[in-house]
């Protein structure tokens, strides 16, 4: 006999997917992002208008880490853009200088330790109500790249083959050098 859960369970999960595309909106978002310590990183937030007539009224980032949660940007239709006070708040920003509201990524510049967390990017709809998307940043500390075996072989490689160019190169010219040298002096002789 056959587990109804086995069954149940998959055949939900596609009619709600399918309910949401063609019914329903949505907020895009990259689940995790990992960053290196002092280099710029940016939170993708996107919302997706589903076949509803909907209208965004505001949408806002907020951060959640260890000890705090914080209120980063404010975005309204009414009201402009509002950079809170945090400790984001001299390097953080839209992504785009004249940001649409529908695409309201940020940037936040020279990352620290400090910023990893989760970051929501919650938008306002009119009548429909609020949807919410989320990305835990990860902060490395040490910035040197590491590379893969393959790109590790890749590089000695490209230097064993430059070598050898090289050698045979100068092998070539200074046995050019050498018949040209014995040719003269065979001929003044």
Not at 76 to 90: A, M, N, R, V
């Amino acid at each position: 006999m056959m587990d109804l859960h086995n069954v149940f369970i998959p055949l939900l999960l596609s009619c709600t997917s399918v309910f949401t595309v063609l019914y329903g909106q949505k907020v895009v978002t990259d689940p995790k992002v990992t960053v290196y310590q002092g280099y710029d990183v940016t939170l993708l937030c996107q919302y997706i208008h589903g076949s509803t007539k909907d209208n965004i009224t505001q949408m806002q980032w907020t951060w959640q880490n260890q000890s705090s949660k914080y209120q980063i940007i404010v975005l309204s239709i009414d009201h402009g853009l509002y950079i809170h006070e945090t400790p984001l708040k001299d390097r953080v920003s839209l992504s785009k200088s004249s940001p649409s509201i529908d695409e309201a990524s940020i940037i936040i510049r020279d990352v620290k330790i400090s910023d990893q967390g989760v970051y929501s990017c919650d938008y306002i709809t009119f009548p429909f109500g609020s949807y919410t998307g989320q990305t835990s940043l990860i902060v490395l500390e040490d910035s040197r790249p590491v590379l893969s075996t393959a790109e590790a072989v890749g590089i000695v490689t490209a230097v064993v083959i430059t070598l050898i160019i090289a050698v045979v190169g100068y092998l070539f010219l200074r046995n050019r050098r050498y018949v040209t040298t014995k040719h003269l002096v065979n001929a003044s002789k």
